[in-house]
Structure formats: structure tokens, C-alpha cells
């Protein structure tokens, strides 16, 4: 019913910046709460940025004015805008969306997981 991609990982080195954007496809009325999330190896999965349906904003404290997360709901897409990357930045990425759905059946609301991405960050 809904389909999200990813993309926009890779290898970086300590300094550079990386964006990556995350298509849902499908039967979707509407993008509502966008959270992206990064799982290093050997550590649980955490929050890295949030953007609601108002336009708030919250960022995990490692992150902060380096990331930024956004929307384009024209594309049905979401976006983490990478700066001044470092090592630690190492992780796979998900972006995780609650998304409104309408199909013939009615209007629904799910929550859906892209397929993650990873980002390297080494020189």
C-alpha cells in the first residue's frame, strides 16, 4: 500500500556533508510526523530528528546545528540535510513516516520504515 526508498547514503570523508531522502509511494493522502533514525553497530537504534505536521523541529543534541531535516509534500518526500560530518555520523539510517493513506476502502493511517541507508564517514 505504501512503499518507502531511501537514498542518498555513502562514504564521506570527516568534514563533508551528505543528503538523504526518503520517496513514499503509494496510496498517500498526507506525510504527517517525520522522524529519521541511525543504528551503529553495536548500539541501539536512536532519534536523530523529528519534523511534525506543524513544522517543529527537534534534534538529538550530537546533531544539532549540522542537520536539518525537511519535507517536500509536492514529492511526498523527506530529506536529512548532513553538514560537518564526523566519524561518529557512522550509522545506517532510517527515516520513519506516519502517513494518512486514502483508498477506496476509506481513509487510514500507518507507520512505515524505509529501507535504511548507510553513511560512512572516514578519511
Known amino acids: 500500500q505504501v512503499q518507502l526508498v531511501e537514498s542518498g547514503g555513502g562514504l564521506v570523508q570527516p568534514g563533508g556533508s551528505l543528503r538523504l531522502s526518503c520517496a513514499a509511494s503509494?496510496?498517500?493522502?498526507?506525510?504527517?510526523?517525520i522522524d529519521w533514525y541511525r543504528q551503529a553497530p553495536g548500539k541501539q537504534r536512536e532519534l536523530v530528528a523529528r519534523?511534525?505536521?506543524?513544522?517543529?523541529?527537534n534534534y538529538a543534541d550530537s546533531v544539532k546545528g549540522r542537520f536539518t531535516i525537511s519535507r517536500d509534500n509536492a514529492k511526498n518526500t523527506a530529506n536529512l540535510q548532513m553538514n560537518s560530518l564526523k566519524p561518529e555520523d557512522t550509522a545506517v539510517y532510517y527515516c520513519?513516516?506516519?502517513?494518512?493513506?486514502?483508498?477506496?476502502?476509506?481513509?487510514?493511517?500507518?507507520?512505515?520504515w524505509g529501507q535504511g541507508t548507510q553513511v560512512t564517514v572516514s578519511s
Open positions: 503509494g496510496s498517500i493522502y498526507s506525510l504527517n510526523t
Open positions: 520513519n513516516l506516519d502517513i494518512s493513506t486514502l483508498t477506496a476502502q476509506g481513509m487510514g493511517v500507518g507507520d512505515y
Open positions: 519534523l511534525t505536521t506543524t513544522g517543529s523541529t
